[in-house]
């Protein structure tokens, strides 16, 4: 629910919520392109970084593609696989610009206003700088799976960050003076926290190519407790140089037991997730019986989308999408978790709201604070 005291503040803090609210949804479809260029085994589609094989862009001209032959004869040239990855790299970039221009306008705003969050974007900025270090590993390490693993979680921690600033920035999801709801706040963090483990164990799963082992619902096929062996399964392997593509390391024993403990871990998240949507329905009101409802929904989602990899034998847009809406369950909970932490009782929330802006200099911020101070004389 909007804030109804909240005020337009100065032009650098207009400029970073507005470029806070572009940059996450152009990083939604970055998660979803990096989805797709690895789930469709195009992670090496470029040998190399920055360059594609050689080029800025993808070999184009017949003396470029024989040059990239040449220079690299053990992974041939193929255009299909290069588009994705050299695509993604682009949009990544774009996000990097945006992430500099929005911690240069937070740090031009905070001389004039106390309340920017500065650090935060300056944060935003760091983490997407290794983000991007993850993503050029993960091309030079030949998909090394804690790294191409790292690359989804630090993709996920760098959206979470920026959706968060977009949240500070925004009037919306300020107390609503719930205070039952907030009793929820540890349980929140605590469902946090399991679905981002539920999430890591997703990422390794689909960096070591365990997706296919089992075929059969509700966790493997039959006698699967037999072969567990997980110690070999979350060893991280030392890189001599090797390409990790489909797990050459990993034997089936290995991959069954990555694949078992994802099973495992949904039906713990899903109770967990479970369980957080019912007592808010039971104990809040207003946005938090909301929140529940849309919980309950994208958690469905995201386990029909599980359920039909496995029936459907992984196909492309189903993987995506379970990768898209595993990053929209997260958001869902870091959304609610922010408002339940916003939570304070109705005459401590109308006192916060009252207090007034720090005020600034510029003559529309000027104009804007004015306003309603000549309504109340
Ligand atoms: C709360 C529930 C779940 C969450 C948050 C979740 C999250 C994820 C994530 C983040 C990935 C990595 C995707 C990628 O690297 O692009 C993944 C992979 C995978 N998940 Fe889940 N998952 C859930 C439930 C399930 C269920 C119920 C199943 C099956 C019954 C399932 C089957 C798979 C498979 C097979 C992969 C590997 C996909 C691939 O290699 O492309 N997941 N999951």
């Not at 974007?121 to 290794?130: K, M, R």
Request: proline share 5%; glycine share 6%.
């Amino acid at each position: 629910m909007a804030n109804s005291t909240f005020r337009p503040t100065s032009g650098a803090r207009l400029w970073l919520t507005r470029l806070a609210v572009i940059t996450v949804f152009i990083t939604a479809i970055v998660v979803a392109l990096g989805a797709w260029t690895r789930l469709s085994d195009a992670g090496l589609g470029c040998p190399d970084w920055p360059t594609c094989y050689g080029s800025i862009t993808v070999p184009l001209s017949e003396q470029a593609i024989a040059r990239a032959h040449e220079l690299y004869p053990d992974q041939p040239f193929v255009a299909a696989k290069a588009w994705p990855e050299m695509i993604h790299r682009h949009f990544a970039k774009t996000i990097g610009l945006l992430c500099i221009a929005m911690a240069g306008f937070a740090i031009y705003a905070a001389r004039r206003e106390k309340d920017v969050p500065v650090k935060h974007a300056v944060f935003l900025l760091l983490l997407v700088c290794l983000q991007g270090a993850f993503g050029a590993w993960t091309v030079t390490m030949k998909l090394f799976p804690p790294v191409v693993t790292g690359h989804l979680l630090f993709g996920f921690a760098s959206f979470t960050t920026m959706f968060l600033l977009a949240l500070r920035l925004s009037p919306f999801l300020r107390s609503s003076g719930d205070v039952a709801a907030r009793k929820l706040l540890p349980l929140a963090v605590l469902a946090m926290l399991v679905l981002v483990l539920q999430i890591a164990l997703g990422g390794w799963t689909a960096s070591n190519y365990a997706a296919t082992v089992c075929i059969e619902l509700p966790v493997c096929q039959s006698g699967w407790q037999q072969w567990l062996n997980f110690p070999d399964a979350f060893a991280i392997h030392t890189y001599e140089g090797t390409t990790f593509e489909f797990a050459p390391h990993l034997d089936a024993a290995a991959k069954l037991t990555i694949h078992v403990s994802h099973r495992i871990g949904a039906m713990v998240t899903t109770a967990v997730l479970f369980l957080l949507a019912l007592l808010l329905l039971a104990r809040g009101a207003g946005r938090y019986r909301r929140f529940a409802w849309t919980l309950l929904l994208v958690l469905a989602l995201q386990v029909g989308l599980g359920v039909s990899n496995i029936v459907f034998h992984l196909p492309l847009a189903v993987a995506v999408a379970h990768n898209v809406v595993a990053l929209l369950l997260l958001q869902v909970l870091v959304a609610l978790t922010f408002s339940l932490s916003q939570e304070r009782a109705p005459q401590i929330a109308k006192a916060v709201a009252r207090q007034p802006r720090p005020q600034f200099q510029s003559q529309r911020g000027r104009r804007q604070t004015a306003r309603p101070e000549r309504k109340k004389s």
